[in-house]
């Protein structure tokens, strides 16, 4: 009598590392989540590119795992999986087709609760172009909820550097945020 992963064929070799990438994604689904919540702002959209990243990291599991730091990748991938999301949307908006009595474009009200976003997410898009470090503190310590030392383990820096570079991000994000004031006097 076979096993019940022997009769789909599964190697028994294959059953350990399923059941620890299985571990591995429940033990850090959350930070995943808060990732890829960070990047798109809408818990749905979150979770189905955390699931994507998932993907991705069971399908290069045996090489992620054999990393000293699988965690760094793991994040690295549900990072870029979430980036690309709404472009990967995009792109298989084409081949999709319409659901009639679902709506096809977002409503005023969708629209409306995004708006107080949009100037934080350009700020946070601008120093990510300009001081990528700065603005992955800034994302650690105030999305993830990270300490300094958390941080300084995470990106491989000192805790005062962690430190350094939330202030500088934050310091640079207020600048972004504040419009210009108008000159006062003057020939205009």
């Known amino acids: ?3 019940p992963h022997e009769s789909h064929g599964l190697a028994p070799e294959r059953q350990p590392m399923d059941a620890e990438f299985r571990d591995f994604l429940i033990q850090h689904k959350d930070e995943f989540l808060r990732i890829a919540l960070s990047c798109l702002r809408n818990l749905h959209d979150a979770d189905e590119a955390v699931t994507d990243a998932a993907l991705k990291i069971h399908n290069k599991w045996p090489k992620i795992n ?10 690295k991938i549900v990072h870029d ?3 690309d999301f709404y472009r990967r949307r995009a792109r298989l908006a084409s081949r999709e087709v319409p659901h009639p009595g679902l ?3 977002p409503t005023a009200d969708d629209l409306l609760e995004l708006r107080g976003y949009e100037r934080l997410d350009q700020a946070r898009a601008i120093l990510q172009e300009r001081a990528p470090k700065q603005a992955e503190c800034v ?3 105030y999305i993830e909820g990270m300490e300094f030392t958390e941080i300084a383990d995470h990106l491989d820096i000192t805790p005062g550097a962690a430190k350094t570079n939330v202030h500088l991000g ?3 994000l207020q600048t972004l945020m504040t419009p210009p004031k108008p ?3 003057g020939d205009s």
Do not use: C, Q, Y
Not at 66 to 75: C, E, G, I, Q, T
């Open 81 to 83: 999986t979430s980036v």
């Open 139 to 141: 994302r650690l310590r």
């Open 170 to 172: 934050i310091k640079a």
């Open 66 to 75: 054999s990393l000293d730091n699988p965690l760094a990748l793991a994040r």
């Open 1 to 3: 009598m076979t096993g």
């Open 183 to 185: 000159r006062n006097g």
């Open 103 to 105: 709506p096809d474009a």
